[in-house]
């Protein structure tokens, strides 16, 4: 899969991905991710890429022309006539006014071969070519960052450990909290005993089905008390309900 980050901000993006997991997922092929600089495209000696808004305001806008060729930089080989190719890639806006990134929608993304995200700064970027080029508007959460390079690389690192091939194994990721719909349970490491506080004796029983659903009712247990909105969304039977107010009850 390949990643095209269209950033004034190229090294954070590239210093962030190149280390760990991802920087390893790239070294040995399964990802390529490249970070384009904007001000390459300014048109103008000094790189200057942005300008006053229009109607007032403080701050300066990302003009439309140095973002529109840069996109078209990675886009292959343009049309008859110069512009956007008709197969174009996918193209993502981080933006805090954007859709909020779910474990379930960076599954989604990872059914493209090329992804385009597009990080706006200073005061945001002009509308016109956001609509000419931008397919769907992203966001981390609702707050407000300096720009959407971390927000960019967030996207990239949760849609890269999807790909196989970039975790060890599947399974590290399918357990995981939000995979399927609820968080993770505690887990536990050697010593057996840590200040006087013994792992749970069903994780050193060897029972693997029981092993199983003590993380299932943990992590459901989990939820409840943690994110209960997520639990909503579940349909919990009475069963399990029992057992996770069994486990209320022992605290
Ligand atoms: N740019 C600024 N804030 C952001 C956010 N919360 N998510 C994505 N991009 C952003």
Redesign the pocket.
């Known amino acids: 899969m390949k990643f095209s980050v269209l950033t004034l901000f190229p090294k954070q993006v590239k210093d962030f991905l190149g280390e760990s997991i991802i920087g390893r997922a790239e070294e040995k092929g399964i990802l390529s991710i490249e970070a384009i600089d904007i001000r390459d495209f300014s048109g103008n000696r000094y790189g200057k890429v942005d300008d006053t808004l229009f109607g007032g305001g403080t701050g300066m806008l990302m003009q439309c022309e140095p973002v529109y060729q840069a996109f078209l930089s990675v886009c292959g080989e343009a049309d008859t006539e110069g512009g956007i190719p008709s197969k174009k890639p996918h193209c993502i806006f981080?933006?805090?006014k954007?859709a909020v990134l779910t474990q379930e929608k960076a599954r989604e993304l990872t059914k493209y071969d090329h992804l385009v995200i597009l990080c706006?700064h200073y005061e945001g970027i002009d509308q016109r070519v956001l609509d000419e080029i931008v397919d769907e508007d992203?966001?981390?959460?609702?707050?407000?960052?300096?720009?959407?390079e971390v927000?960019a690389c967030v996207v990239i690192d949760c849609v890269s450990r999807m790909i196989p091939g970039v975790l060890p194994n599947e399974e590290a990721y399918e357990e995981e909290s939000h995979m399927q719909g609820y968080l993770e349970a505690p887990q536990y490491t050697k010593p057996n005993i840590w200040h006087e506080k013994a792992v749970p004796e069903v994780m050193i029983s060897g029972n693997h089905a029981k092993i199983k659903e003590w993380k299932r009712i943990h992590g459901l247990y989990d939820t409840w008390k943690r994110r209960p909105d997520m639990l909503e969304k579940l349909d919990i039977s009475s069963e399990d309900w029992k057992k996770i107010l069994e486990i209320e009850k022992d605290r």
């Open positions: 981080m933006s805090p954007g706006g992203l966001s981390i959460g609702d707050y407000v960052l300096t720009g959407g927000a």
